[in-house]
Each structure stands twice: as structure tokens, then as C-alpha cells.
């Protein structure tokens, strides 16, 4: 696999990712998932590189995928447990990025609950002159890149299984409905579908969808909408995206019960009937079952693609970990 296009060091976010970008993103994993269908699965590709996952934050599948895709490519993988590190001994983040560097990462993963620690540290590597990639896996309320390109990845494919590519989404209707205020997730897929020339509709209660989220689609390819009802956001949707309450990041009470809750904004099968016949309903995961999406609607395999995000999470960040090494083996 040669790839002569990519010239990011670093990925925080998706606010300036190109349609360029998008796609190479989009066919470096679909050339991942076909290693991935064989019986060995795994390539020489980031042999003797050093890929450190950083997660000061809980996290199953980001984290579990992220050394998996590392692994497959050969990377030697170092995982990184705050509870058990020196940072209980008082050790700043950059100095534990920096005890890393030393150790010669290549990569730092980073996962952290404050937004704007992954560019602090990418900040610091490119003030001290060395060529370590920072991929941000999650910054608070910030953005969650790997999350957003693996939802892309995942829709386009269902579109078009062998070529997965941008154009694949122009003039469809995407919804994304909960809680958009505190979700990176949703931030960084208002920025892939909005460059893809689809129309994105957001619903939430206007305690989790503040009016200022209408500034995000100034200048974007597609248009986006916001809604305080579900209804108008379903209406005919090719694709619903469904959120988690990110209680753990709720200073006030801003809802009035999960029961209301759900009743107003939890994806059920009859609101499916409000969208396209062949709806399909994704969610980032983890779930909190009967809140955001009805039980049994996130098990059938007609409707959801829950399980599907989470297989592509690893093609997808094998794309991203080669594009962000190659340059360096
Ligand atoms: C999300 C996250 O951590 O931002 N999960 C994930 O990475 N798959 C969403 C969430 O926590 O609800």
C-alpha cells in the first residue's frame, strides 16, 4: 500500500479535514477490512514503531480497538493506566507524554476528559522538533475524530461495500438526536457530514441543543438544521445517529426523568416509521439501554449498525495509525 497524499502529523479534529483526506481515510480502511477478512490478519506495516495509548478517560471500545488496529499493523503497543501510573505521584501529562517520547513512541493516543489536552501535548511535540503523531481520541466535550470517521466509514459502506466514498452521502437525511451539548461525537460528525452534501438534522431538548450548534453549518457543503421535537428530524431520515446522556459531564439538572426522556427523544421502532423504509440507526456506544434507543430495536440486525461501528472502529484506525506512520518506516 503506498500512500503519497497524506500530510497530516497530527489528528485533533475534523473542523479542517479536506474531502481529499475524507476519502483516502475512507480507502486505506477499506484495503484494512479486506486484510482483515483473511486468515492471517495482520501486515509488517508499522513494524518496529511505538504506538502509546494514553487514556486518562475510561474506555472500552475506543481504546480496546486502538490497540488492536496497532497490533495488526505490528506496531509494538505501550498502554497507559492513570490509576497505576506516576500521575497519582503528582507528574504532569506533558511530562508523562514526554516520559513516553523518551521511551520512542511514534504515536500517542490520547483520550482525556478535559478538551484540548491532545493538542497541548501535539503543542509540545512539535515545540521540541520530533516527529511523534498525536491522534486525539476523545477530549472532553471537544471532538472524538476516530468515532466520527468510523461512523462515515461504516454508512458509506453500507452504500457502496467496495468503494466507500464521500459523494456516497450528498443529498441524504441524517439525524443525530440526545445529547448533542455534550457529546464530541456529535461534534465531529457535524463536521464529516456536513462535507459530505448531506442534510443534518439535530434534535435534542433545547437544554442539550443550545442554538449556537446552527453556527456549524456556516459554510459547509451541507446543510444543517436544528430541532427541539424528534418528529421533523425523523421525517424521512436515511440514517438516525442516537447519543448517551453524558451524565458524568451534566453540572445541572437538565432534564426532568430518563422516563420523560424517553418518551420525548428515545428511538423506538414506531418513530422509526416516521423515516425512510430502510432506515438505519447508529450510536457510538456505550448504550444505556431504554433511554436513548428502545432495547430491542438496538439488537435488530434489520435496523441497527451498532455492532457494525464497532467492527469498522478497527479497520479505521489501522487507516489512520498507517497514514499517521508511513511517513516514518
Ligand atoms: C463515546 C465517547 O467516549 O465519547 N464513546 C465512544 O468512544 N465509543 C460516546 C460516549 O461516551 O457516550
Same mark, same amino acid.
Given at each position: ?221 451541507? =446543510? ?51 423515516? =425512510? ?50 511517513? =516514518?518506516?
Amino acid at each position: 500500500m503506498t500512500n503519497t497524499t497524506w500530510t497530516r502529523r497530527h489528528i485533533l479534529s475534523l473542523a479542517d479535514f479536506t474531502g481529499v483526506e475524507y476519502d483516502t481515510v475512507l480507502q486505506t480502511a477499506a484495503s484494512f477490512r479486506e486484510v482483515l477478512s483473511r486468515r492471517v490478519k495482520k501486515v509488517p506495516t508499522l513494524q518496529g514503531q511505538v504506538v502509546c495509548n494514553l487514556f486518562f478517560e475510561s474506555s472500552t471500545r475506543t481504546r480496546s480497538s486502538f490497540e488492536l488496529a496497532a497490533k495488526r499493523l505490528s506496531a509494538d503497543t505501550l498502554n497507559f493506566t492513570p490509576s497505576t501510573s506516576s500521575l497519582t505521584k503528582g507528574e504532569t501529562i506533558l511530562d508523562t507524554a514526554k516520559t513516553y517520547l523518551a521511551m520512542g513512541a511514534d504515536i500517542m493516543v490520547i483520550r482525556h476528559r478535559e478538551a484540548g489536552v491532545p493538542q497541548a501535548v501535539a503543542t509540545e511535540m512539535n515545540r521540541l522538533g520530533v516527529r511523534v503523531g498525536v491522534l486525539n481520541a476523545g477530549d472532553g466535550q471537544h471532538e472524538h475524530p476516530s468515532q466520527a470517521l468510523l461512523d462515515l466509514f461504516t454508512i458509506c459502506s453500507l452504500l457502496d461495500p467496495k468503494n466507500p466514498r464521500l459523494e456516497l452521502l450528498a443529498g441524504k437525511k441524517v439525524a443525530i438526536v440526545g445529547d448533542i451539548l455534550h457529546s464530541r461525537v456529535a461534534r465531529s460528525n457535524i463536521w464529516s457530514i456536513t462535507a459530505t452534501g448531506a442534510e443534518l438534522h439535530l434534535a435534542g431538548p433545547p437544554t442539550l441543543l443550545p442554538k449556537l450548534f446552527a453556527d456549524y453549518g456556516t459554510g459547509r457543503a451541507g =446543510k444543517l438544521f436544528l430541532h427541539w421535537e424528534i418528529e421533523p428530524a425523523l421525517a424521512d431520515a436515511d440514517l438516525v445517529m442516537t447519543l448517551r446522556l453524558q451524565k458524568e459531564r451534566m453540572s445541572q439538572h437538565l432534564l426532568p426523568s430518563l422516563r420523560e426522556y424517553h418518551q420525548r427523544y428515545g428511538i423506538t421502532r414506531s418513530l422509526l416509521k416516521l423515516c =425512510k423504509p430502510d432506515v438505519k440507526v447508529l450510536h457510538p456506544g456505550p448504550v444505556n439501554r431504554g433511554v436513548e434507543i428502545s432495547s430491542d430495536l438496538m439488537d435488530d440486525s434489520q435496523f441497527s449498525l451498532i455492532s457494525q461501528q464497532v467492527t469498522s472502529g478497527v479497520a479505521v484506525r489501522m487507516a489512520l495509525l498507517y497514514l499517521m506512520g508511513s511517513g =516514518k518506516t
